[in-house]
């Protein structure tokens, strides 16, 4: 076998191992322990809409269980589908800014990453489910994406059909 060959084949083995090795670790990511994990104040928490954002070590997450109306421009292929869902996705956003401001969250759950890379979580707020307070408020919506649920309609009040594939 000439060099190259070898090379190929080395490429490859590493190549598996290291998928091998990612599925290990996401498969044995422990749940956070809830009575385990820190607190941290939301003055170092961003979020980039009404369900995502940064936490205070950079992490990017997602709430678990609930939508929010998006916000980006219409055209954009993950944007908002109408300019009242982003009107509606503007009030998502200022509702959790303003309900966490000066406040300390806990991850109370994590369910690991989502298929875009963000942690998944469940955050509290002195004791109470965050995402349960912002569905309450009217500003966001149940949503279980894990049961294959459509994700909620924002411009007609109805559910979108469920997107096939990956």
């Keep these: 076998m000439g060099r190259s060959g070898r090379l190929k084949e080395w490429l490859i083995t590493f190549v598996v191992l290291a998928g091998i090795a990612f599925g290990v670790a996401v498969v044995a990511r422990e749940p956070v322990d809830p009575a385990g994990q820190a607190p941290f104040d939301t003055s170092s928490v961003y979020w980039s809409d009404g369900d995502s954002g940064r936490l205070a070590d950079g992490t ?3 709430l678990h269980g609930v939508d929010a109306p998006e916000t980006g421009p219409l055209d954009w292929v ?3 589908k109408c300019e009242r869902e ?3 996705g503007y009030q998502a956003k200022a509702e959790v800014r303003e309900l966490t401001r000066n406040r300390t969250l806990t991850v109370s759950h994590d369910y690991g990453p989502d ?4 942690l998944v979580v469940d955050l509290s707020l002195d004791g109470q489910d965050l995402a349960a307070l912002l569905v309450a408020g009217g500003t966001h ?6 049961g294959g649920d459509a ?3 924002w411009c007609t ?7 096939t594939g990956s």
């Design 60 to 62: 990017k997450f997602r």
């Design 78 to 80: 993950s944007g908002a």
């Design 86 to 88: 982003r009107e509606l």
């Design 115 to 118: 298929r875009y890379g963000r």
């Design 141 to 146: 919506k149940t949503w279980d994406y894990d």
């Design 151 to 153: 994700k909620p309609e």
């Design 157 to 163: 009040g109805r559910t979108q059909k469920p997107v």
